[in-house]
């Protein structure tokens, strides 16, 4: 790829022109640096940049609802948005855009120029805290996928009941087992099915009776 023809926004002008700085060494071209959301859809209009850097805490708007507004107008848009921490709410704003890149402004040099080249080019790129936390969320939702497969016949049963209102004592007799027994039972199924408590076991119940009948 020839000159990447670059616009870096960011309320922060010694980051601004820190990015820039950094961007220009590796032969980036920036066309123009923004310090206010609101202008930088008539920059991005005006410039048809290959990259656009935009952080996602902006003045005015911030740089999530920017990359929404220039890729429902330019849907080819290569962003990369910067957010200054890996939080669940930033992670789920990205990915929920259309933006194609997400780095923490901490992130050292030779990362940020992988992904603005990277995205310039095309390319999703997700930063390393970000992927680690989408890692982590995968494996914490593959182990409740694969727990809800070893739910027993009376944990299903007692799950049954719950979900009719039954307390632990009217649950036993019914199953003729000891209330500390349906306890143990119900928090079983509190660790398998990521439920905090026994009313999100019911709606859980409710909300998947398919799955959790196939299940057995």
């Not at 990369?80 to 259309?98: N, P, R, T, W």
């Not at 694969?146 to 049954?160: G, P, Q, S």
């Amino acid at each position: 790829m020839g000159t990447i023809k670059t616009i870096v926004a960011d309320g922060n002008e010694i980051f601004r022109h820190g990015l820039s700085s950094i961007l220009r060494e590796d032969g980036f071209t920036i066309c123009s640096e923004i310090d206010n959301g609101a202008l930088i859809l008539t920059a991005y209009e005006s410039v048809q940049p290959d990259l656009c850097v935009i952080s996602f805490t902006m003045p005015e708007i911030n740089g999530i609802q920017l990359a929404d507004k220039i890729i429902d107008k330019y849907p080819e848009a290569n962003i990369l948005v910067m957010a200054h921490k890996d939080s669940d709410l930033v992670l789920d704003e990205f990915l929920d855009s259309g933006a194609s890149g997400l780095l923490l402004k901490s992130a050292h040099k030779l990362e940020f120029l992988d992904a603005a080249r990277k995205v310039a080019e095309g390319e999703n790129f997700i930063g390393k805290q970000f992927s680690k936390m989408m890692t982590r969320e995968y494996l914490r939702l593959a182990r409740i996928r694969k727990a809800k497969h070893h739910i027993t016949r009376r944990e299903k049963e007692v799950l049954a009941l719950l979900v009719e209102g039954l307390t632990s004592s009217e649950i036993a007799d019914k199953l003729y087992i000891s209330p500390r027994t349906v306890d143990k039972h119900r928090t079983n199924l509190l660790k398998k099915l990521g439920q905090k408590n026994t009313a999100g076991l019911v709606r859980y119940a409710l909300e998947n009776k398919k799955s959790i009948a196939r299940s057995f």
